[in-house]
């Protein structure tokens, strides 16, 4: 594309970015060797990057805007919309000049309503128009989590939407937290945790090489925090990559086996492994038909739709439909099953899922329970569990819903439930 204008080769892989995930339904991260195959500067694949994760931030508050400059709508899979929310992003949220936000964009419409792009581009740009702020989340989720958690909750997911999350990490246990937040120049909201702003480099921090500490939003080392100490005792960690939980039990004494589906995920949690020296059997296997002889804990952190971690990846609120969270609750609810016939009689099975749905969460453990009456039973988390800033409902579950320690950074979205087996 030698007489594209410079710069339109980074807008073409943004553009390739949003049509993997808007209209193929893939993860960005794993869209990216496939739409920036024509870059060759890391630093031009991470500006395709940005443009096309500022856009799903904003794809409400870019429609509604496109919307108001067309005298029909644009079908929302139409090439044209794609391309206006490549430039108006770039122009009202990522600081790029005007001129050169809708000129690299242009050549993508080869053959196709340029008039109209540039017309309504220009529109846009005379009558001085903006983004809201806080950015809204698709009309769908904001209805489907205000009648789960309230108009509060949905306030506080816009804020937080708004701007890449600060990265957590969970430090190796034994350590001194104060010392590390100071060496890494963050702040710690519990033992084990220090939290640093978003943007850094985490290859380059203090104490990577050296395996100390691993990246770990907060809300996703709950979970393991909710079993003592291992003590040598058996622990199963079911759909364990790339292995946050894993390396928290095994670091904690647990002799940890750890199962995922994925070959490539598994690779990722054994170099996990490698780099913090710590150990784990570990088993690719289907965690439905995986069996061993009964563990004293399974930890269960099943998939799902993955919307609490909308923060990072908006994107998950595009995939998340009403469809794909009622497979995904059939599958929890069998993954579940298996998992508590793999605990010890007087053993203990947690139930994990970053997702911010009622039908993933609460529905399930509710489920369960009515199914395994005569041999389980919830095992109440209670404060004292759990760092400052969270709370367990009035049954003793966890839900850590927007605007959970919200002035400290946020936290991603989660439902945990802790069962014991009954001896
Ligand atoms: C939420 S992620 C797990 C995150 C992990 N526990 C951690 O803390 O790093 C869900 C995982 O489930 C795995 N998975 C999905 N279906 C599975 C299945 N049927 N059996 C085993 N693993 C599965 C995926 O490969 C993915 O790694």
Known sequence: MTDDPTGTPTRRAALKLL?????????????????????????????????????????????????????????????????????????????????????????????????????????LMKQSATLPDPPRLPETVEKRWTASWGKDAVEAARRSIAAPPPVDLTLKPGLDTALWATRLDGISLAPGHVRIPAGRRIVDLDGYDEGVWWVQDIAASLPARLLASGEGRRALDLCAAPGGKTMQLAANGWAVTAVDLSEPRIERLRENLERTVLTADVVVHD?????????????????????????????????????????????????????????????????????????????????????????????????????????????????????????????????????????
């Open 19 to 123: 049509d993997a995930v808007l209209r193929r339904g893939l993860p960005l991260e794993a869209a990216m060797d496939a739409a920036c195959g024509e870059l060759d500067r890391g630093d031009d694949r991470a500006f395709a990057h940005a443009i096309a994760a500022e856009t799903l931030r904003r794809l409400p508050d870019l429609d509604a805007l496109i919307d108001t400059a067309t005298e029909r709508p644009l079908p929302h899979d139409a090439k044209a919309r794609f391309a206006l929310r490549i430039a108006l992003v770039q122009a009202l949220a990522l600081n790029t000049p005007h001129h050169a936000a809708i000129t690299t964009v242009l050549p993508l419409l080869d053959g196709g309503p340029r008039k109209l792009v540039h017309g309504v581009f220009g529109t």
């Open 287 to 423: 965690a439905e038909s995986f069996t061993a002889p009964a563990f004293d804990a399974v930890l269960l952190d099943a998939p799902c739709s993955a919307t609490g971690i909308f923060r990072r990846h908006a994107e998950v609120l595009y995939r998340a439909t009403p469809r794909v969270i009622s497979d995904m609750h059939v599958l929890q609810s069998r993954l579940i099953d298996h998992a508590a016939s793999l605990v010890a009689p007087g053993g203990t099975l947690i139930y994990a899922v970053c997702s911010l749905e009622a039908d993933e969460g609460e529905q399930i453990a509710k489920g369960f329970v009515a199914r395994h009456n005569a041999d389980w039973a919830l095992d109440p988390i209670v404060a004292e569990d759990l760092p400052a800033g969270f709370a367990p409902d009035k049954v003793g579950r966890l839900r850590v819903r927007p605007g959970s320690v919200a002035e400290q950074g946020g936290a991603d979205g989660f439902f945990i439930a802790r069962f014991r087996r009954r001896s």
